[in-house]
């Protein structure tokens, strides 16, 4: 009986918790656009997403307060890097503007209460 009225307590707190963390009313299309870059070229089969996905390569929930915009750009057109015993992620060829919208969407990725997930900020 403890656990299922714990049970009920702890749904009762998510109800009331998860609506005040929401902020979907910050997608642009910029962000829509950035998450189909990202679907599009299967990140997700080499990075994490909020602790999601495969660990191959770093957490980039929080990429874009840990780096900024203008690293993330150059990183990404400067692969692959070349350097010898290290993994290399692919060359996509993006254009600016799909830069700037996978940013965009990095951005809003970032500003997701997440309370503090992952622990290790790198992922």
């Not at 910050?26 to 829509?32: G, H, K, Q, S, Y």
């Not at 290290?86 to 965009?104: G, I």
Request: hydrophobic share 35%; glycine share 8%.
């Amino acid at each position: 009986m403890f656990f299922f009225l714990l049970f009920l307590a702890l749904t009762f707190d998510t109800q009331g918790v998860l609506p005040k963390r929401d902020h979907r009313e910050n997608i642009t299309d910029a962000v829509v656009r950035g998450k189909h870059i990202w679907e599009r070229n299967d990140c997700i089969g080499c990075h994490t997403l909020l602790g999601e996905g495969a660990y191959f390569a770093p957490e980039l929930g929080n990429v874009y307060k840990r780096r900024g915009p203008d690293f993330i750009k150059a990183w990404i057109k400067g692969q692959p890097t070349g350097v010898p015993g290290r993994r290399q992620m692919p060359q996509f060829h993006l254009t600016d503007q799909e830069l700037d919208d996978l940013v965009a969407f990095f951005k809003w990725t970032s500003e997701i209460n997440t309370s503090n997930w992952p622990p290790n900020i790198e992922g």
